[in-house]
């Protein structure tokens, strides 16, 4: 009798082609012979080289984590579909997400409440919640790394004001534990807004730094200019501030990605000259060194909202993809597609969820969530202690102690951290 084994290998990789990445990891329980397939579907050559013809990877929509595939191979003839498909990852559906960070394969996720963190790997299925040492805030700055020696990953968190940064602390989830990591007030700072980019291990953030200059009659003017800040989860610093190849104005959205997990791009956006749009794409990268070239200049033909703007790029096609919110349609998020020397497109992605209030006269002021999309998604087999998200239990220690007294020791020990 022919079993699903003996199917032929050719079958089963088309069938493996089919099945969205978050349910593939489940098919290496069906056979050694699926097990072996799917993992080459994931990280064999050809897979490398459909990885190149279309964008895989993460968003976030009404505070849900969906899938992303966003395939471009019909962008230039408009008779061909580029609509992306878009599919609400059912295993997060009990939480609420604010934001989502990638790297190595693994997706961070800061819940929309500010009470803990999760981090899932989407190919094995795996995850795990981590409590705050004292609380989390919602102008938490967060990114997620490696510490190169021993592939370690590790959680940075950044905490203060908005202009301010207090202090930083790190996650390590070999202790499975948080220190702080003392150091220097910066001359940098970080919105709130702006989402770390892991390349390499690393992290990347656009930042500010506030200069002095003395203009006439000898005043003195504060001028804000964009940087671009490297931490190493290696050394656990930050490196020196690198520049961005580009003079930008505070009101101008500056908005990082990255290709794969090879180069850094940025998307810059002059506010007061016409929507210009530029993106720039690194040759080299270290945390103390950049260089760059530029990837495209042109007019967007829509403003790049300052607090969204998440966007790709493919270099085979020069094409640009920013989602953000279509202004001619104020509630729907879209996807633009911008080529060389024109527009190209827009593919509409759902309603945005307006999350607007009243304000103290009554009115209502509309203020809609942002589509923000992670950085292309490359699946590993990263393990982590499995939970099942909204279904933690407390481990009970078998002593007869009073049951605060129980709670505060056992936080003591894991680095004031509960386990679950």
């Given at each position: 009798?022919?079993?699903?084994?003996?199917?032929?290998?050719?079958?089963?990789?088309?069938?493996?082609?089919?099945?969205?990445?978050?349910?593939?990891?489940?098919?290496?329980?069906?056979?050694?012979?699926?097990?072996?397939?799917?993992?080459?579907?994931?990280?064999?050559?050809?897979?490398?080289?459909?990885?190149?013809?279309?964008?895989?990877?993460?968003?976030?929509?009404?505070?849900?984590?969906?899938?992303?595939?966003?395939?471009?191979?019909?962008?230039?003839?408009?008779?061909?579909?580029?609509?992306?498909?878009?599919?609400?990852?059912?295993?997060?559906?009990?939480?609420?997400?604010?934001?989502?960070?990638?790297?190595?394969?693994?997706?961070?996720?800061?819940?929309?409440?500010?009470?803990?963190?999760?981090?899932?790997?989407?190919?094995?299925?795996?995850?795990?919640?981590?409590?705050?040492r004292q609380n989390f805030d919602v102008l938490d700055?967060?990114?997620?790394?490696?510490?190169?020696?021993?592939?370690?990953?590790?959680?940075?968190?950044?905490?203060?004001?908005?202009?301010?940064?207090?202090?930083?602390?790190?996650?390590?989830?070999?202790?499975?534990?948080?220190?702080?990591?003392?150091?220097?007030?910066?001359?940098?700072?970080?919105?709130?807004?702006?989402?770390?980019?892991?390349?390499?291990?690393?992290?990347?953030?656009?930042?500010?730094?506030?200069?002095?200059?003395?203009?006439?009659?000898?005043?003195?003017?504060?001028?804000?200019?964009?940087?671009?800040?490297?931490?190493?989860?290696?050394?656990?610093?930050?490196g020196p501030s690198l520049y961005l190849p580009f003079?930008?104005?505070a009101k101008d959205n500056v908005t990082l990605s990255?290709?794969?997990?090879?180069?850094?791009?940025?998307?810059?956006?002059?506010?007061?000259?016409?929507?210009?749009?530029?993106?720039?794409?690194?040759?080299?990268?270290?945390?103390?060194?950049?260089?760059?070239?530029?990837?495209?200049?042109?007019?967007?033909?829509?403003?790049?909202?300052?607090?969204?703007?998440?966007?790709?790029?493919?270099?085979?096609?020069?094409?640009?993809?920013?989602?953000?919110?279509?202004?001619?349609?104020?509630?729907?998020?879209?996807?633009?597609?911008?080529?060389?020397?024109?527009?190209?497109?827009?593919?509409?992605?759902?309603?945005?969820?307006?999350?607007?209030?009243?304000?103290?006269?009554?009115?209502?002021?509309?203020?809609?969530?942002?589509?923000?999309?992670?950085?292309?998604?490359?699946?590993?087999?990263?393990?982590?202690?499995?939970?099942?998200?909204?279904?933690?239990?407390?481990?009970?220690?078998?002593?007869?102690?009073?049951?605060?007294?129980?709670?505060?020791?056992?936080?003591?020990?894991?680095?004031?951290?509960?386990?679950?």
């Open positions: 009798m022919t079993t699903i084994s003996d199917l032929p290998c050719d079958l089963v990789g088309e069938i493996l082609s089919r099945v969205p990445l978050t349910s593939l990891g489940a098919t290496r329980s069906t056979c050694k012979k699926w097990e072996a397939l799917s993992k080459n579907q994931i990280f064999g050559k050809k897979s490398r080289a459909a990885a190149r013809k279309q964008f895989l990877g993460f968003m976030m929509k009404d505070a849900r984590v969906c899938s992303l595939k966003f395939d471009l191979q019909g962008i230039r003839n408009h008779g061909d579909l580029v609509d992306p498909s878009i599919n609400q990852v059912s295993l997060l559906n009990q939480v609420e997400v604010h934001r989502v960070f990638h790297c190595d394969g693994l997706l961070l996720c800061v819940l929309k409440d500010s009470s803990r963190l999760l981090v899932w790997n989407p190919y094995l299925g795996q995850t795990r919640w981590i409590e705050p700055r967060y990114a997620i790394g490696y510490d190169k020696k021993n592939r370690n990953h590790k959680i940075l968190r950044i905490f203060g004001e908005q202009r301010t940064v207090l202090g930083y602390e790190i996650y390590d989830f070999s202790s499975n534990s948080w220190r702080v990591v003392c150091v220097e007030p910066p001359e940098w700072f970080i919105w709130s807004h702006q989402r770390s980019v892991s390349l390499k291990g690393n992290a990347f953030f656009a930042a500010k730094r506030e200069t002095t200059t003395v203009v006439g009659g000898g005043g003195k003017k504060i001028i804000e200019q964009d940087i671009l800040l490297c931490f190493d989860f290696t050394t656990e610093r930050f003079c930008s104005d990255c290709l794969r997990d090879e180069q850094l791009a940025v998307l810059h956006q002059h506010m007061n000259a016409c929507q210009i749009m530029e993106i720039w794409v690194t040759t080299k990268i270290d945390p103390d060194t950049v260089s760059w070239n530029k990837f495209m200049r042109e007019l967007a033909g829509y403003p790049v909202d300052t607090e969204g703007g998440s966007f790709f790029i493919d270099e085979e096609k020069n094409v640009a993809v920013v989602f953000d919110l279509d202004h001619f349609h104020g509630a729907m998020a879209s996807a633009h597609m911008v080529g060389p020397r024109r527009y190209l497109r827009s593919v509409k992605i759902g309603k945005a969820l307006n999350i607007g209030k009243l304000d103290e006269l009554g009115y209502f002021h509309a203020k809609y969530r942002l589509p923000l999309v992670c950085s292309s998604y490359v699946p590993s087999l990263v393990q982590l202690q499995i939970n099942q998200p909204g279904c933690q239990k407390r481990k009970r220690e078998r002593v007869y102690k009073p049951k605060s007294k129980m709670k505060e020791e056992q936080r003591e020990k894991n680095g004031g951290i509960e386990v679950y």
